[in-house]
């Protein structure tokens, strides 16, 4: 940084009341020393940065900087105000202000500027002597690394010796001091997006908060444990999960914030607080062995105890999905691939363990599709199974699984595994409730719970729910294979709704679990509405694709790097791919996005498209029925999508101009506006 700042650039005595002020203050000093060769050109450039993210850091920081064609060379100016400057830090006004210039193009000098002004910005000691420097030659040169003059190393000296006195003082404090420390657990039903974006949100908040977060992540690609050591020497716990957590023992007797994932993607910082101020109080969670909730000292039990039912319920639906998810996609893909090898009369071929070819093409197509309706068969089971485990835990496992079962049996299909399920985990925790013998504990969650709950699910399958809902089930699958025409078009838009609504939360879910179930028994209704929802998922990153290429400036160059890789994820069936987009503009995006899906389902339900498969995007399009007017629908619903999101983003850049402001163009190529 030896060439980037001199005394003249430097102003121990900043008076300006704005971060505009400011900005222009120390523009001004880089276009007397010859750096910026058109002073309003550039602040535009600065206003177009700041408008994009305030620039304040905690500890009294501003860093406003820009790349602008009216730089001549990377330039860095420093500022001290007494007052301090708002310039957007959490915890208030700024009094150290360093401007950075970097002439357009010159990306790396303008990080190498940011990096290493940020390292030695994390050092108290540089922090204090800008704080304490009387002379700027003195201040110049301790930004740059170098000595000072030699008429400023007295004032050097007597710096230094305040700042090793700090030190000190800093370093007792330290070793007085221990880091707030929280565990936490984060997952979603299916443990890629939402799973990893929570714990990525807790961990960036807990080293903003000066907070020591450890991250479990879990979800149907499995999860590793947390140390034991780090859970035992943490101070407070933090669940974000639409699932349930597993083995929830090794929290017991810790403060516990329990909350959805979408929860610790948005709030994470809030969360963090929360579960200080429990630690503070002392509210002591205590977790029971059997999958209960968490006591939150009051011996009221959990949060999620407490909760409305209609969160519980999801949550316990939600744990089902989560489990049956892998069933799906690799069942569901080696059914396709074998549709795709041998045609849908491959699905009548004979055993392959009486008839298999080593050379023929159709018998391998037959294995392939044998293995994949065998892992097919276990989606209702494996629903029920784990809706009951979600609600009561493993003891749950086994009438959840046979209830499941049961409803294959008597024809009761997907919904007879959400009614099993659910009668499964409320057996259990009705017989949980029940008060034994001390004796008989040890023997009740692997005897005693599993028999008689398994007799009662079963009796009430059989006897009691089974023909009923088989024949809602008839019924259902009656209803959508005589859909055609407004009816068709209305349940497409329904679930084109549901699956851009919250991509990946439980609403896409739901409609998502509706088209696969009807997978397992399939029939003409229920392969178009599974075509329905798999194009209506692919429309919000793949809108969130084009209109960060086709209007680049209404976007930050990280949404616009986000939007490069929404291609890929739009066309692979990964709604996730949209969140950071609507994430950072929820109220423009999402309703864009819901309309657009709503136009695709509408269009593929009334082409009357089927699908075979799952999951899989275009990759998966040689097994739709009707691709071309399939890839329409889908196209016609992004560019509804795009054309929305870039509609309502102008209007709001497009606002203060309308009330008599100028503009120039940013450093990104989007407009400025300044006030006239």
Same mark, same amino acid.
């Given at each position: 940084?030896?060439?980037?700042?001199?005394?003249?650039?430097?102003?121990?005595?900043?008076?300006?009341?704005?971060?505009?002020?400011?900005?222009?203050?120390?523009?001004?000093?880089?276009?007397?020393?010859?750096?910026?060769?058109?002073?309003?050109?550039?602040?535009?450039?600065?206003?177009?940065?700041?408008?994009?993210?305030?620039?304040?850091?905690?500890?009294?920081?501003?860093?406003?900087?820009?790349r602008s064609e009216h730089v001549s060379a990377p330039t860095l100016a420093f500022g001290r105000s007494g007052a301090g400057i708002d310039f957007g830090a959490a915890d208030?006004?700024?009094?150290?202000?360093?401007?950075?210039?970097?002439?357009?193009?010159?990306?790396?000098?303008?990080?190498?500027?940011?990096?290493?002004?940020?390292?030695?910005?994390?050092?108290?000691?540089?922090?204090?002597?800008?704080?304490?420097?009387?002379?700027?030659?003195?201040?110049?040169?301790?930004?740059?690394?170098?000595?000072?003059?030699?008429?400023?190393?007295?004032?050097?000296?007597?710096?230094?010796?305040?700042?090793?006195?700090?030190?000190?003082?800093?370093?007792?404090?330290?070793?007085?001091?221990?880091?707030?420390?929280?565990?936490?657990?984060?997952?979603?039903?299916?443990?890629?997006?939402?799973?990893?974006?929570?714990?990525?949100?807790?961990?960036?908040?807990?080293?903003?908060?000066?907070?020591?977060?450890?991250?479990?992540?879990?979800?149907?690609?499995?999860?590793?444990?947390?140390?034991?050591?780090?859970?035992?020497?943490?101070?407070?716990?933090?669940?974000?999960?639409?699932?349930?957590?597993?083995?929830?023992?090794?929290?017991?007797?810790?403060?516990?914030?329990?909350?959805?994932?979408?929860?610790?993607?948005?709030?994470?910082?809030?969360?963090?607080?929360?579960?200080?101020?429990?630690?503070?109080?002392?509210?002591i969670a205590a977790v029971s062995e059997d999958g209960g909730g968490a006591d939150t000292g009051d011996g009221n039990g959990s949060a999620a105890d407490h909760a409305h039912?209609?969160?519980?319920?999801?949550?316990?639906?939600?744990?089902?999905?989560?489990?049956?998810?892998?069933?799906?996609?690799?069942?569901?893909?080696?059914?396709?691939?074998?549709?795709?090898?041998?045609?849908?009369?491959?699905?009548?071929?004979?055993?392959?363990?009486?008839?298999?070819?080593?050379?023929?093409?159709?018998?391998?197509?037959?294995?392939?599709?044998?293995?994949?309706?065998?892992?097919?068969?276990?989606?209702?089971?494996?629903?029920?199974?784990?809706?009951?485990?979600?609600?009561?835990?493993?003891?749950?496992?086994?009438?959840?699984?046979?209830?499941?079962?049961?409803?294959?049996?008597?024809?009761? /299909?997907?919904?007879?595994?959400?009614?099993?399920? =659910?009668?499964?985990? +409320?057996? !259990? *925790? #009705?017989?949980?409730? @029940? $008060?034994?013998?001390?004796?008989?504990?040890?023997?009740?969650?692997?005897?005693?719970?599993?028999?008689?709950?398994?007799?009662?699910?079963?009796?009430?399958?059989?006897?009691?729910?089974?023909?009923?809902i088989a024949s809602l089930q008839n019924a259902l699958t009656d209803w959508l294979n005589g859909l055609s025409g407004s009816n068709a078009v209305i349940l497409g838009v329904?679930?084109?709704?549901?699956?851009?609504?919250?991509?990946?939360?439980?609403?896409?879910?739901?409609?998502?679990?509706?088209?696969?179930? /009807?997978?397992?028994?399939?029939?003409?209704?229920? =392969?178009?509405?599974? +075509?329905? !929802? *798999? #194009?209506?998922?692919? @429309? $919000?990153?793949?809108?969130?694709?084009?209109?960060?290429?086709?209007?680049?400036?209404?976007?930050?160059?990280?949404?616009?790097?986000?939007?490069?890789?929404?291609?890929?994820?739009?066309?692979?069936?990964?709604?996730?791919?949209?969140?950071?987009?609507?994430?950072?503009?929820?109220?423009?995006?999402?309703?864009?996005?819901?309309?657009?899906?709503?136009?695709?389902?509408?269009?593929?339900?009334?082409?009357?498209?089927?699908?075979?498969?799952?999951?899989?995007?275009?990759?998966?399009?040689?097994?739709?029925?009707?691709?071309?007017?399939?890839? =329409?629908?889908?196209? +016609?619903?992004?560019?509804?999508?795009?054309?929305?999101?870039?509609?309502?983003?102008?209007?709001?850049?497009?606002?203060?101009?309308?009330?008599?402001?100028?503009?120039?163009?940013?450093?990104?190529?989007?407009?400025?506006?300044?006030?006239?």
């Open positions: 940084m030896s060439e980037l700042i001199t005394a003249e650039l430097v102003d121990l005595d900043l008076s300006a009341p704005t971060k505009d002020a400011a900005a222009r203050s120390l523009a001004e000093r880089m276009v007397a020393a010859h750096r910026v060769t058109d002073l309003e050109g550039f602040l535009a450039d600065v206003a177009a940065r700041e408008a994009q993210m305030p620039t304040g850091l905690d500890g009294g920081i501003g860093i406003p900087h820009c208030g006004p700024s009094d150290l202000i360093f401007l950075i210039a970097a002439p357009a193009g010159a990306d790396d000098a303008h990080l190498t500027i940011l990096s290493g002004l940020a390292r030695r910005l994390t050092d108290a000691e540089f922090t204090a002597a800008l704080r304490a420097g009387t002379d700027p030659r003195a201040v110049a040169a301790l930004i740059r690394g170098e000595e000072p003059p030699e008429e400023c190393q007295e004032q050097e000296q007597a710096r230094a010796e305040t700042e090793t006195k700090r030190e000190t003082e800093t370093e007792a404090a330290a070793a007085a001091y221990a880091p707030f420390r929280i565990v936490a657990v984060t997952s979603c039903p299916t443990g890629i997006a939402h799973t990893y974006l929570a714990a990525e949100s807790l961990a960036a908040a807990g080293r903003a908060e000066g907070v020591e977060v450890t991250v479990e992540t879990q979800g149907s690609a499995g999860f590793k444990k947390l140390d034991p050591s780090v859970v035992a020497a943490a101070d407070a716990v933090i669940w974000a999960h639409d699932v349930e957590v597993r083995e929830k023992s090794r929290f017991r007797g810790k403060p516990l914030v329990d909350v959805g994932v979408k929860a610790g993607v948005n709030r994470p910082a809030e969360l963090i607080a929360e579960a200080r101020r429990k630690a503070e109080r002392g509210e039912f209609g969160v519980r319920l999801r949550t316990y639906l939600m744990s089902g999905v989560s489990y049956m998810v892998p069933f799906v996609a690799a069942g569901g893909l080696l059914i396709a691939l074998s549709f795709a090898i041998g045609g849908y009369e491959i699905a009548s071929a004979k055993s392959v363990a009486d008839h298999f070819v080593w050379g023929e093409a159709d018998s391998w197509a037959a294995l392939l599709n044998q293995i994949g309706s065998a892992a097919f068969g276990f989606l209702v089971p494996v629903l029920a199974g784990y809706i009951a485990y979600g609600m009561a835990d493993r003891p749950a496992l086994v009438p959840g699984f046979v209830g499941g079962a049961i409803a294959l049996t008597v024809n009761a /299909g997907f919904l007879g595994g959400l009614v099993a399920g =659910l009668l499964a985990g +409320a057996v !259990v *925790m #009705a017989i949980q409730r @029940v $008060p034994v013998h001390a004796t008989l504990r040890g023997i009740m969650p692997v005897l005693v719970i599993p028999l008689v709950a398994s007799a009662a699910v079963g009796f009430l399958m059989f006897i009691v729910v089974g023909k009923p329904v679930l084109g709704l549901m699956m851009c609504f919250d991509m990946g939360g439980p609403l896409n879910k739901v409609a998502y679990a509706f088209a696969v179930g /009807g997978l397992a028994d399939p029939t003409p209704g229920s =392969l178009k509405v599974m +075509a329905a !929802v *798999m #194009a209506a998922g692919m @429309v $919000p990153p793949l809108a969130m694709a084009l209109a960060t290429t086709v209007r680049r400036r209404l976007f930050t160059r990280t949404e616009r790097e986000n939007g490069r890789a929404a291609w890929v994820l739009g066309a692979s069936f990964i709604t996730e791919g949209a969140i950071p987009f609507a994430a950072a503009d929820p109220l423009r995006v999402i309703p864009s996005v819901m309309a657009g899906g709503a136009v695709t389902g509408a269009l593929s339900m009334a082409f009357g498209a089927t699908l075979r498969a799952p999951h899989g995007g275009v990759f998966v399009v040689p097994l739709i029925g009707g691709p071309f007017l399939y890839l =329409l629908a889908i196209a +016609a619903g992004t560019l509804v999508a795009t054309a929305l999101v870039v509609l309502l983003k102008g209007a709001r850049r497009a606002a203060p101009e309308a009330a008599g402001d100028t503009g120039s163009a940013g450093p990104d190529g989007s407009r400025v506006t300044v006030a006239a």
